[in-house]
């Protein structure tokens, strides 16, 4: 069954460092995505970046990179320069098998703290 | 990227009774996705919404309890009916491409 896996409910930051976010995940799918969203306190879900498993290089957008390891089946995020505001939930997701798009498996989420 | 909206943003309602959740969309799509957040949880999805067909449920979901319509590409609507405090969640409606996936800004549900 296809699954993802955050295994850190809770990570701590400081303003301005890096921090990578864990995820790993588990499918027989050759063809998947991978998908890592935000939600702030007003629950919003918001857009952050997309891995495609077919694609070769990874995937960034501004701040965030996804440390895509294939072979391992991990799709971590990488969050660097880290902002006050960056304090949020965090959520990896990925295409359920078979489904098309916005057929999403989300993961526990893992709670990220920066602190000034 | 698409622009969602979502009526009401929150409500709190009886249990007993029903409540429909409106989602519009700025473009035409051909699925909607409607997804619910229990306090503390992840999201899960409840149904794809295609204009023109009945939706499909996920396991779990029954359209008794989660009505859907889709009159056209740009909108529909989820009922929850007969609610219990156990609705009481973020309802998300979500649309998108193969590498985009966007959600709108959801709907906080309590049940008392």
């Known amino acids: 069954a296809q699954k993802i896996t955050q295994t850190q409910p809770g990570m701590f930051v400081q303003e301005k460092e890096a921090v990578t976010l864990d995820c790993t995940y588990d499918?027989?799918?050759?063809?998947?995505?991978l998908f890592w969203y935000k939600q702030p306190s007003s629950g919003e879900m918001i857009f952050l970046i997309y891995?495609?498993?077919?694609?070769?290089q990874n995937a960034t957008e501004g701040r965030y990179s996804l440390n895509f390891q294939k072979a391992r089946k991990s799709a971590n995020l990488v969050i660097s320069a880290s902002q006050l505001g960056d304090s949020a939930m965090y959520f990896c997701a990925m295409t359920q098998k078979g489904g098309s798009q916005g057929n999403l498996i989300f993961g526990k989420g893992t709670k990220l703290s920066v602190k000034p | 990227s698409a622009v969602i909206s979502q009526k009401p943003s929150r409500d709190i309602c009886q249990r007993g009774t029903s409540l429909t959740i409106q989602c519009q969309v700025d473009s035409q799509v051909t699925m909607m996705f409607w997804y619910r957040q229990q306090p503390g949880q992840s999201l899960t999805l409840i149904a794809t919404?295609?204009?023109?067909?009945?939706?499909?449920?996920e396991s779990g979901f029954v359209i008794d309890k989660f009505p859907i319509s889709r009159p056209n590409l740009t909108f529909s609507t989820l009922t929850v009916s007969n609610m219990s405090p156990e609705d009481s969640s973020i309802y998300l409606c979500?649309?998108?491409?193969?590498?985009?996936?966007?959600f709108g800004p959801g709907t906080r549900l309590l049940v008392l």
């Open positions: 979500s649309v998108g491409s193969r590498e985009t996936q966007y």
């Open positions: 499918t027989s799918d050759p063809s998947y995505g």
């Open positions: 919404a295609n204009q023109g067909s009945e939706a499909t449920y």
């Open positions: 891995q495609g498993s077919y694609d070769q």
